[in-house]
């Protein structure tokens, strides 16, 4: 009996242990055997190409190849590796190593190899050896656009810019030439071939205007080597609906020379400081502050200053304990008693102080939120700042009167040249993007809409600031950004720059943000120069590099000078 029990019991598990194997592990098995006997050559999908809003291509690919090599069907390895080092410059030694290893299937011996090479290499006909088409990403302009658009990895990866951010659409999906062999790996005689086609990416179009992002970088060129500044970026955008025309931070780098060897240098050269950085803006944020006063006035508030208001020509204010002082004390200046376009024209302190004590933070933090600071402006690229905006609780009188003249808040470049945007194109606060559209097999591109956030301030608050505007290149701290015949607006900017939560001695960023038509504005551009040596006012450094790049936009798309 017992006997009977255990052959029952073996039985038992052996019928289990082909249950098992059958239907548990037999899809696992059959994966193993077709790989014993089959082997695959990789069919490379096409990355999508990037093109600028004309048609550009600002991101390509060469046709070059990666070599493979299956050692079991090698039949003369010592042969087959010094020809395949001669072919494509490596080292014998190595190659004979790496071919010669055991329990490998596949050796990548070379990738980007050029086609010359590869004909050269079929010419010796060797067996076990194989190629296949790969991506050489060629970007048109070397440095230029070089922190937007990002660069690939060695297997064609996005891993920064927009070509990570847009991976998925540009990678395509990979196909595979799949044959039999046998159990070594030898190509067997009159071996099944299965071609499965790779998918192409899709290609994109971008909101830059090549033409204009060339002007751009060649005018922070020079004021970068002119000012001997720490670093300089710019935005170029179009206020009607937030498209980047173009974007520059400078120093930067070759995309087909990538520093991949210095881990350090490369992160610190494809940082977009104009998206992931925050800095304080200084006066350029006093455009803000006089937005927000003009709507509250024309909304009836009796905190807010008329336009006519003439502000006490004392320029020091107590506030807190803390002293404010205008600008111009510190250069021995003085102007008189001012109306709000004549302290934006003069860039007076004290009266931006007087604009946001009075209307007090509830109303300020209102409007700061509505205009987009404390948080991203939901650019499409990665790792943008949100800056840094003093919790409404924490906030102290001395606190809001800083911030009311461009100083105790932080931003990024984007945010603030969104927030001008919104206040002088009528009030509209769009979504900014870099993603024009998608391009179809036939050229044509699919574009994406606009996408309105928000009002921050009426038309008419809107059309009077851009008049104030104006008034400060034409005859305030912005003359330097005039330009005959065109009607250009804007506002300068000089903060000191702070390091271990004190003043920093002789460091600062000096800023100019413009726009113009200033009635119909079309072409806004924000100017930072971090750190200038001598001259730092940004009167002096920004605002010429944005009087450059405005004529040469006149010269690209021949606008006329208005009658």
Request: aromatic share 10%.
């Amino acid at each position: 009996m017992s006997v009977s029990l255990a052959i029952a019991f073996i039985f038992c598990i052996i019928i289990g242990r082909f249950f098992y194997i059958q239907a548990v592990w037999g899809d696992e098995l059959v994966i193993r055997a077709t790989d014993q006997w089959n082997r695959e050559i990789p069919v490379i999908a096409s990355r999508g190409e990037i093109y600028d809003r004309n048609g550009l291509v600002l991101a390509g690919n060469s046709n070059t190849y990666t070599v493979y090599v299956r050692p079991n069907a090698v039949t003369d390895k010592a042969y087959c590796a010094t020809v395949l080092a001669g072919v494509f410059n490596l080292d014998a030694d190595e190659v004979l190593e790496d071919i010669s290893r055991k329990g490998v299937s596949e050796v990548t011996v070379t990738r980007h190899a050029p086609h010359d090479s590869i004909v050269e290499m079929i010419s010796h006909n060797i067996d076990g050896v194989y190629y296949a088409r790969d991506n050489t990403r060629q970007y048109t302009y070397g440095e230029a656009l070089c922190q937007v658009l990002g660069f690939t990895s060695v297997d064609g990866t996005g891993i920064s810019g927009l070509e990570k951010y847009y991976n998925s659409l540009l990678s395509g999906e990979n196909g595979e030439i799949l044959y039999t062999t046998d159990i070594v790996g030898v190509e067997t005689e009159n071996a099944a071939i299965v071609y499965s086609p790779a998918s192409d990416g899709s290609s994109i179009s971008l909101t830059i205007d090549a033409d204009i992002q060339l002007a751009a970088e060649q005018a922070m060129r020079e004021v970068y080597a002119s000012s001997n500044a720490k670093s300089v970026s710019c935005i170029v955008l179009d206020p009607q609906n937030f498209e980047i025309l173009a974007l520059v931070n400078y120093p930067s780098y070759d995309l087909n020379d990538i520093p991949r060897d210095d881990s350090e240098a490369l992160n610190s050269l494809s940082r977009n400081k104009a998206v992931v950085d925050i800095y304080e803006p200084g006066s350029t944020f006093k455009v803000i502050t006089a937005a927000i006063n003009i709507e509250e006035y024309l909304n009836g508030n009796s905190s807010a200053f008329s336009p006519s208001y003439i502000f006490n020509s004392s320029r020091t204010r107590l506030v807190d304990g803390t002293t404010i002082k205008c600008w111009s004390d510190h250069r021995n200046g003085k102007h008189s008693n001012q109306t709000l376009a004549q302290a934006l024209n003069n860039s007076c302190n004290p009266c931006f102080t007087d604009i946001a004590l009075s209307l007090g933070k509830d109303t300020f933090y209102e409007y700061l939120s509505s205009f987009g600071f404390g948080n991203v402006t939901g650019l499409d690229f990665s790792g943008e700042a949100v800056g840094m905006l003093l919790p409404q609780s924490l906030v102290r009188a001395c606190d809001l009167a800083r911030i009311g003249f461009g100083q105790t808040v932080a931003v990024t470049q984007i945010q603030l040249a969104c927030a001008v945007a919104a206040a002088v194109n009528g009030g509209n606060y769009y979504v900014p993007r870099l993603l024009n559209g998608i391009v179809s097999s036939d050229g044509t591109v699919e574009q994406i809409p606009a996408v309105l956030k928000n009002k921050v301030i009426s038309e008419e608050a809107s059309r009077m600031l851009a008049e104030m505007l104006e008034g400060v290149v034409t005859e305030g701290s912005g003359k330097n950004a005039y330009i005959e015949g065109y009607k250009v607006g804007g506002k300068t900017g000089t903060a000191q720059k702070y390091e271990d939560g004190r003043v920093a001695a002789g460091k600062y960023v000096s800023s100019f943000v413009g726009f113009f038509p200033s009635d119909n504005p079309r072409y806004l551009a924000l100017i930072t120069v971090d750190e200038p040596q001598g001259t730092y006012y940004g009167s002096a450094v920004a605002a010429p590099v944005a009087k450059s790049i405005f004529e040469d936009i006149i010269a690209i798309k021949n606008i006329q000078p208005y009658e």
